[in-house]
């Protein structure tokens, strides 16, 4: 069994030997990242490669499901929003990746449902909360690459034969504290370093970083409070004393959320659910 030190150093190794994604498509997330870029600006540069623009065209038609109104990158945009787009080709690219990466994972499969779930939950507690188009569509992808910290531990522990998730439901804050004593960081912490890496989104960043501890003594995340939450409304398995004790008043409080929102969000789910297998 490799000791902590050894076991941080090959998570930083594994880290830093992802591949970077293909020079048009960080040239447009580094671009995408900048507070001072405009959404002008990023569909120019867009616009200028023809095979990045007809490629993200494609993304937004599947990823969507609305083939009839995403002619044109202009249209793409008036729909979903300009960093939604950004970051889904972004997305689609870090996913491409971690399939290959991380092939070596038995149970890599349960990661893509998991995160799937994830992503459903982020996006409906996002339109419960009112929030505009983009946003919704942001949070929704964030939930898409919220646990890959957890793919490196498990390879630079020599797990791959392993379940890929584990978490018991009344651990979901004090597993982070477990991993970092163990290994001198966590899934969360590796999972922001690999997102930064990528260049995405800030807000993606936090709310990897903060998806099992949204609310630290006072200090509140609320990306990392939204993908904490969407846990929960895509489970089945937690108890009510369960939900009670790991969701207080306070993160809903923080969340311009009610206990009530997250029941209407928890049916939502499950009527999704429904019509997919239809």
Request: with cysteine.
């Amino acid at each position: 069994m490799k000791n902590r030190e050894e076991l941080s150093n090959r998570i930083t190794q594994l880290v830093e030997s992802l591949p970077l994604f293909p020079t048009d498509i960080d040239r447009l997330l580094s671009a995408a990242v900048k507070p001072s870029t405009d959404g002008a600006e990023l569909i120019r540069l867009i616009e200028s490669d023809p095979k990045l623009r007809d490629e993200l065209l494609n993304l937004a038609r599947s990823y969507f499901g609305k083939d009839r109104d995403f002619e044109t990158i202009t249209n793409a945009v008036r729909e979903v929003g300009i960093q939604p787009l950004v970051q889904l080709i972004g997305i689609s690219y870090a996913r491409h990746v971690i399939q290959d990466e991380f092939a070596s994972l038995k149970y890599l499969n349960e990661y893509v449902d998991h995160s799937e779930e994830v992503s459903i939950g982020c996006r409906i507690l996002a339109e419960i909360s009112d929030m505009p188009r983009d946003e919704c569509e942001v949070y929704a992808l964030a939930g898409l690459i919220h646990d890959v910290g957890r793919l490196t531990i498990l390879v630079a522990s020599d797990k791959t034969g392993a379940h890929v998730l584990g978490t018991l439901w009344d651990k979901m804050a004090s597993i982070v504290q477990e991993e970092k004593a163990t290994l001198g960081t966590n899934h969360c912490e590796v999972g922001k370093q690999i997102c930064r890496k990528w260049n995405l989104l800030p807000v993606i960043q936090e709310g990897v970083l903060r998806h099992h501890t949204p609310l630290v003594n006072g200090d509140f995340s609320f990306p990392g409070g939204i993908i904490f939450l969407s846990h929960f409304v895509s489970a089945s398995d937690p108890s009510g004393d369960i939900i009670s004790t790991a969701l207080p008043d306070e993160l809903f409080d923080k969340l311009n959320l009610s206990r009530a929102d997250f029941d209407r969000a928890t049916e939502i789910y499950r009527n999704r659910l429904r019509i997919d297998k239809i």
